[in-house]
């Protein structure tokens, strides 16, 4: 499916009622004949958006020129040496501070033993930082991405925000349907319904 025949979808989803803030974009992709329980079923996908519409925010595990480097970036930028003494608490708190993260890839045992147990089931397992790796184009990266993880059925990914141009929004919605549709065993058969939807709008058919 192309951006050219999802843009009309779009422009019926920006008609919805104004609301005091400027409200998402979603999309809403409904899989059939999918078993989640089969591993090879599962989605778990960064889709590389064609047009950025926000900025995420990104921790990053390290230290020294790397720690640097990230700040200097505008990520978060977390001590290793917290994390040996970290709490579940703020542990919990710190994983649902970041949308993303990142860590020097020395310190990937560190964090998965620290972290591991509540980074896995968010699907927020850091990209490891390869040795002379800059992070700023790591970080560069993931500022475009939308993450897609397959928890139920139902998948629900957003695409942009009620003050962008239509057609923008309708070539990120194009990039996730074609990552997605790609990544399912029998492609567009796999799909039952596709749904477009404002925050607090209703939700628009596509497909």
Request: one cysteine or more; glycine letters at 8%; a positive charge.
């Amino acid at each position: 499916m192309e951006a050219e025949e999802i843009v009309e979808t779009v422009e019926k989803v920006l008609k919805s009622k104004e609301r005091g803030f400027v409200e998402s974009v979603d999309l809403c992709i409904n899989l059939k004949g999918v078993d989640l329980k089969q591993p090879k079923s599962r989605i778990n996908v960064d889709v590389t958006l064609p047009k950025k519409f926000k900025k995420p925010k990104i921790g990053v595990f390290g230290s020294g020129e790397i720690a640097l480097k990230a700040k200097e970036a505008g990520a978060g930028v977390i001590d290793p040496e917290d994390l040996k003494s970290m709490d579940k608490k703020k542990a919990r708190e710190l994983v649902n501070e970041y949308d993303y993260f990142l860590a020097d890839v020395s310190l990937m045992a560190l964090v998965g033993k620290s972290l591991g147990t509540i980074l896995g089931p968010k699907g927020k397992m850091p990209e490891p930082i390869p040795p002379g790796a800059d992070p700023v184009q790591l970080l560069s990266r993931l500022e475009k991405i939308a993450r897609v993880k397959s928890k139920t059925t139902t998948l629900w990914v957003n695409i942009g925000r009620k003050d962008m141009d239509a057609k923008d929004i309708a070539e990120n919605g194009a990039a996730v349907i074609k990552a997605i549709e790609t990544r399912l065993e029998r492609g567009w058969q796999n799909i039952g319904s596709i749904y477009m939807k404002t925050t607090m709008g209703n939700a628009v058919k596509l497909v």
